[in-house]
């Protein structure tokens, strides 16, 4: 179970250095309002939900509301009731959350330029060349 553990926080690790890397504040924040997570000022923002939800969670969709509160007054300082995260775990999160882990994948294994930008020409194996 260590091991496995040990696994999970590496790649947890690895993500939260793709998001500090892909992802601004303000990114996270327009695309919060986008998918409708966040219509108005509130005292959770999204990269308070984004650092609950992907860093600071260990035992990932097992731990209580409770707990999670916790975790997320002690790393942001933000208090808030369990009632009121879980009404915050809602269809516009989940949207969030999702269009924010496609871009990551999007951006990390997506070609940066199309093949035919890279090359100018094929060369067969008798020496025949093709221009592109």
């Given at each position: 179970m260590s091991k496995i553990n040990?696994?999970?926080?590496?790649e947890l690790r690895l993500?939260?250095?793709?998001?500090k890397s892909k992802f601004s504040i303000h990114h996270l924040q327009?695309?919060?309002?986008?998918?409708?997570?966040?219509?108005r000022k509130r005292k959770c923002r999204a990269q308070d939900l984004?650092?609950?939800c992907v860093f600071?969670?260990?035992?990932i969709g097992t731990e209580s509301l409770v707990s999670?509160?916790?975790?997320?007054?002690?790393?942001?300082?933000?208090?808030?009731?369990s009632q009121g995260l879980n009404e915050r775990f809602n269809a516009q999160t989940v949207q969030?959350?999702?269009e924010l882990f496609l871009q990551v994948f999007r951006k990390k294994f997506s070609p940066m330029t199309p093949l035919s930008n890279r090359f100018t020409r094929i060369r067969i194996l008798d020496s025949t060349a093709f221009q592109l």
């Open positions: 040990d696994v999970t926080q590496e993500l939260g250095e793709e998001f327009l695309l919060a309002v986008k998918t409708g997570m966040i219509r984004v650092s609950l600071l969670s260990q035992a999670l509160c916790a975790k997320l007054t002690r790393a942001t300082g933000i208090q808030l009731s969030f959350l999702k």
